[in-house]
């Protein structure tokens, strides 16, 4: 009765067989996209709270897929990392933003910052200073004008690991952010062992900032601590002007969401960047 297709335990195993099945086909269908050219970029406005001045943009990436369409990160994200395209994925990342960077720069957009995301799998399982360095030369990219933004769960994985790789980041100049600061459960003593410049706050902070007094406290508690310890923080999902307002009183230096700007593609990213101040 185990073989019948009803039964519980074979409907299991066909889903399974099922689930496999789909996963190797985004799996293969991403490798045939990375190669394609079916990835491209969006670009979200980094804004400075006090001066209301444009200071860089978040690099964000798309997957075109030619039949279903454009898939978010969330979605592709995880299968890139774990069958390791993800190495050629962030590597394309890092030179299609370079790339742009270069080329705003030359139309009179200088002095912006660009921020990339970079996996803890790239961190564990390549010399990522040494690939930054290779793009960075090969695009001619200032490293002051790039910043990596990671996840503090790689300090918890391997603390020795990731410091020497952000070591090598820090003596090139190219600037590291702690995204997603406070979901990841971590101990706040890494701060001070690790080359880190800013902390961005997490949109879910945000987002109940004028609901929830602890979520407001919560932030309050992110900027004290960020401050303490000599860094700037950004804060991320800012989409009201309430949301706005309480961060600017509480020193929050940066912030970046859609009462600013949605991410977007690279010519509305200019038309937009012309416009100063933002605030
Ligand atoms: P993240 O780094 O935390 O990026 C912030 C996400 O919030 C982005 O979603 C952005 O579009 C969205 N967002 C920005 N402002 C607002 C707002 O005001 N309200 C709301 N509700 N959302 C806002 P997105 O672009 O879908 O990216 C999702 C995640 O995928 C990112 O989260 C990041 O972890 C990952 N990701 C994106 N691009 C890359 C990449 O090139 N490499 C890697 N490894 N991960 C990436
Ligand atoms: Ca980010
Ligand atoms: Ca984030
Ligand atoms: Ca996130």
């Known amino acids: 009765a185990k073989d019948d297709p009803g039964?519980?335990?074979?409907?299991?195993?066909?889903?399974?067989?099922?689930?496999?099945?789909?996963?190797?086909?985004?799996?293969q269908d991403l490798r045939a996209g990375i190669e394609c050219g079916d990835l491209h970029l969006l670009y979200q406005p980094k804004v400075a709270?006090?001066?209301?001045?444009?200071v860089g943009m978040e690099a964000l990436v798309r997957w075109d897929h030619p039949r279903h369409g454009r898939i978010s990160p969330d979605t592709f994200?995880?299968?890139?990392?774990?069958?390791?395209?993800?190495?050629?994925?962030g590597e394309w990342v890092l030179r299609e933003c370079c790339r742009q960077m270069q080329v705003w720069r030359a139309e009179g957009l200088t002095d912006l910052r660009v921020s990339i995301n970079m996996s803890p799998v790239q961190v564990f399982s390549q010399d990522?200073?040494?690939?930054?360095?290779?793009?960075?030369v090969e695009t001619n990219l200032p490293p002051e004008a790039l910043e990596?933004?990671?996840?503090?769960?790689?300090f918890v994985h391997d603390e020795e690991r990731a410091r020497q790789q952000f070591e090598g980041l820090r003596e090139m100049g190219v600037a590291l952010s702690i995204d997603d600061?406070?979901?990841?459960?971590?101990?706040?003593?890494?701060?001070?062992?690790?080359?880190?410049?800013a902390l961005k706050i997490d949109q879910s902070f945000v987002r109940e900032i004028t609901t929830k007094?602890?979520?407001?406290?919560?932030?309050?508690?992110?900027?004290?601590?960020?401050?303490?310890?000599g860094l700037d923080v950004v804060a991320e999902g800012i989409e009201t002007a309430e949301h706005l307002a309480y961060l600017r009183s509480e020193g929050c230096d940066y912030g970046q969401g859609y009462h600013f700007a949605k991410p977007l593609e690279a010519e509305a990213f200019k038309a937009l960047a012309l416009q100063q101040p933002w605030l």
């Open 7 to 27: 039964h519980p335990i074979r409907r299991f195993e066909l889903a399974m067989a099922e689930d496999m099945e789909a996963a190797a086909r985004v799996r």
């Open 49 to 54: 709270l006090r001066s209301g001045r444009l």
């Open 77 to 89: 994200i995880p299968v890139a990392e774990s069958s390791g395209l993800i190495i050629p994925l």
């Open 128 to 136: 990522v200073a040494a690939m930054v360095a290779a793009v960075l």
């Open 148 to 154: 990596v933004e990671i996840t503090e769960g790689v």
């Open 181 to 197: 600061f406070g979901t990841g459960y971590s101990a706040l003593s890494y701060l001070k062992r690790l080359p880190v410049s």
């Open 213 to 229: 007094p602890e979520n407001a406290r919560l932030c309050r508690a992110i900027i004290g601590v960020a401050h303490d310890f």
